[in-house]
């Protein structure tokens, strides 16, 4: 089977399975679990899924082992038991083919990153354990029928891993890496680069999995081709959202299958999905597959049409909203130079985020000349997506120093309660003084997935415990000494899901401090003034969300993958016919324009997101609205 899994892939293209943490958390298990013990332990329900993917279609069996080198078992005290638990893998994914009566079926070996954050600056005895760690996994799974290593967001040590496979097995290898939003690998390395790499270092097959989704996914394996290896694509489902307390993938199957059959057309040879994917998901991939045997390859038709604990919002306890003895609460339109606009005339927010790297003069001239043109205050995420970046307080200062006034975001995955107490009056003495309070998104969609999130508050408890802040006080109501005077911000979803459950949420962001709403870009009218006549009785500034759509393909994937956004087909309809590059671009412009105008009697202000720092686009939006 191993030497002829090569032949079939020249031969046809391959459709693997979906997510396994996905299946087992649906099914009960927790993540404070580890799931690669339940090779052993719940060995028939490991079964099962194997068996349902392959009814779904599925013709490659990923093991459950994804984290089964002794360093990530040495978390839960298993790093004694690597062989026991990768052959376990094994033999259950090929006690699944058999039972399930497939005709043909491979079991691939599942290798994901040794668990440590970063390899920079390890000795070479931490290097050469953790080469020794994936030498030691590669072996236990050597009855496999080829080996897949993914998820690697670092060059160093994909290549280690590499190695180490080579030396203990002669299985064929995948290899497969995540790249972050700006489609570059941890260190920067592209996808042109990275293909390259995995060719040099001895991969059979080469390929892109996990990221932000199936468009994601494609852009990466659009530039990874040049090698002539074949390609392999394990898209997420989209990017997940918290629901009750879960984090959900929003990418739906039908939408999963178009791409999969466009990843299929490119020439991809191995299609299945990663976090968040589904039997279902697989089932339109293998019929993606199966549609291009049909076609044959020539054929050129049209497209077809995890989860974290719940942040503890209640667990800043402030026992009196009274001001401390001798503080005084500073009104609101007395906090900073946008306070004092709020109700006064239209203000504008552009976000420029800090930058990936130790640089911030491009950001810095940016928000420069955006003042210089009518902006009145430059929004700076916080790890936007979950990125390894500078952190915001440093853009913030020196922001500040250049004239410039800043709007900070606040989120509560990195930080403790003290790290946030922390934080956020070192902002203060600094001189911020806008906050905009976010829960955050959650490290799986980032550089780093396997760094800890803390989330011991949601946005709702950090909005409390900066009120507290602003009353003298510290989270558990003892006296500051002093008080904070920021303006508070929070988000708001007006084409979230479920909306009586955003609309409820939001009715506690209010209740725990908030004092300006920002919306997520909004491309319906009809969806943006239900939101404001629902929010209207609680009298409070709103500044829409716009986001410039640069192309149909950005349009495709803000619809169809990002949480809380709903580009209407009308909209969608008009990228498409605009074309791409410049045109449109233009277009973007004008419909963002359009939704803007639409609603600027009724808003406080705008907080234009532009996409891929083309800066001039949020001008252009502006440009006579003010």
């Given at each position: 089977m191993a030497e002829r899994f090569l032949d079939a892939l020249r031969d046809r293209p391959l459709v693997a399975d979906g997510a396994m943490g996905t299946q087992l958390y649906e099914r009960g298990v927790l993540y404070t679990q580890n799931y690669e013990e339940l090779c052993v332990s719940r060995a028939e329900l490991v079964k099962s899924i194997h068996k349902d993917y392959l009814r779904a279609g599925a013709s490659v069996i990923e093991t459950n082992t994804f984290g089964a080198n002794r360093i990530r078992l040495g978390r839960f005290n298993l790093d004694k038991r690597v062989k026991e638990l990768n052959e376990a893998g094994v033999r259950i994914a090929r006690e699944a083919v058999a039972e399930s009566g497939v005709a043909s079926a491979w079991v691939a070996g599942n290798i994901g990153p040794s668990g440590l954050h970063t390899l920079k600056g390890a000795t070479a005895k931490e290097l050469m354990d953790v080469r020794a760690a994936f030498e030691e996994q590669a072996a236990a799974l050597g009855a496999a029928d080829l080996l897949v290593i993914e998820t690697m967001r670092s060059p160093e040590e994909l290549r280690i891993a590499l190695e180490a496979v080579r030396a203990a097995t002669t299985l064929p290898v995948v290899a497969m890496v995540s790249f972050d939003a700006f489609g570059t690998m941890a260190d920067g390395t592209t996808p042109e680069a990275m293909s390259d790499r995995l060719a040099h270092w001895g991969a059979d097959v080469i390929g892109v999995n996990c990221g932000d989704g199936p468009a994601g996914v494609f852009d990466a394996i659009e530039r990874m081709r040049a090698t002539g290896l074949p390609l392999a694509a394990m898209p997420n489902a989209g990017i997940p959202r918290r629901i009750e307390g879960r984090f959900l993938y929003m990418a739906n199957p039908e939408y999963f299958g178009v791409y999969a059959r466009r990843l299929i057309r490119l020439g991809v040879r191995l299609v299945g999905g990663c976090c968040g994917t589904t039997m279902d998901h697989i089932r339109r991939a293998a019929n993606a597959a199966r549609m291009h045997a049909h076609d044959g390859p020539g054929a050129d038709r049209a497209d077809d049409g995890g989860a974290v604990r719940e942040p503890n919002d209640a667990s800043v306890v402030v026992t009196s909203l009274e001001p401390a003895p001798g503080a005084r609460v500073v009104p609101l339109a007395e906090r900073s130079g946008l306070a004092s606009k709020l109700g006064k005339q239209f203000v504008v927010s552009v976000e420029v985020n800090p930058p990936a790297g130790m640089d911030a003069a491009r950001a810095v001239a940016a928000a420069k000349n955006l003042v210089a043109h009518g902006v009145d205050v430059i929004n700076i995420a916080d790890g936007p997506r979950a990125s390894a970046r500078m952190g915001n307080v440093a853009l913030a200062v020196r922001l500040l120093e250049a004239g410039v006034e800043p709007l900070l975001h606040v989120c509560c995955r990195d930080r403790n309660t003290l790290g946030l107490v922390g934080h956020v009056m070192g902002a203060h003495e600094l001189g911020v003084r806008n906050l905009v309070i976010i829960t955050g998104d959650p490290p799986k969609m980032g550089d780093y997935p396997d760094c800890t999130a803390v989330y011991d508050l949601d946005s709702i408890g950090l909005l409390r415990l900066v009120r507290a802040l602003n009353h003298g006080r510290d989270?558990?109501?003892?006296?500051?000494?002093?008080?904070?005077?920021?303006?508070?911000?929070?988000?708001?979803?007006?084409?979230?899901?479920?909306?009586?459950?955003?609309?409820?949420?939001?009715?506690?962001?209010?209740?725990?401090?908030?004092?300006?709403?920002?919306?997520?870009?909004?491309?319906?009218?009809?969806?943006?003034?239900?939101?404001?006549?629902?929010?209207?009785?609680?009298?409070?500034?709103?500044?829409?969300?716009?986001?410039?759509?640069?192309?149909?393909?950005?349009?495709?994937?803000?619809?169809n993958e990002v949480p809380g956004m709903r580009v209407p087909d009308a909209v969608r309809e008009r990228m498409r016919s605009a074309g791409s590059g410049p045109q449109a671009r233009k277009e973007g412009v004008a419909i963002a324009r359009e939704m803007l105008l639409a609603v600027r009697h009724r808003v406080a202000g705008a907080y234009v997101m532009p996409p891929l720092e083309r800066w001039e686009m949020a001008l252009e939006v502006i440009d006579g609205v003010k």
């Open positions: 989270p558990g109501g003892k006296a500051l000494g002093g008080v904070t005077s920021f303006v508070m911000a929070t988000g708001a979803e007006p084409a979230a899901m479920d909306y009586p459950r955003e609309m409820a949420r939001l009715k506690r962001k209010l209740d725990a401090g908030a004092e300006l709403l920002m919306t997520q870009p909004v491309y319906d009218p009809a969806v943006l003034e239900r939101f404001l006549d629902d929010v209207a009785p609680y009298d409070v500034p709103v500044l829409v969300g716009i986001l410039p759509l640069a192309s149909h393909r950005n349009a495709e994937f803000l619809h």
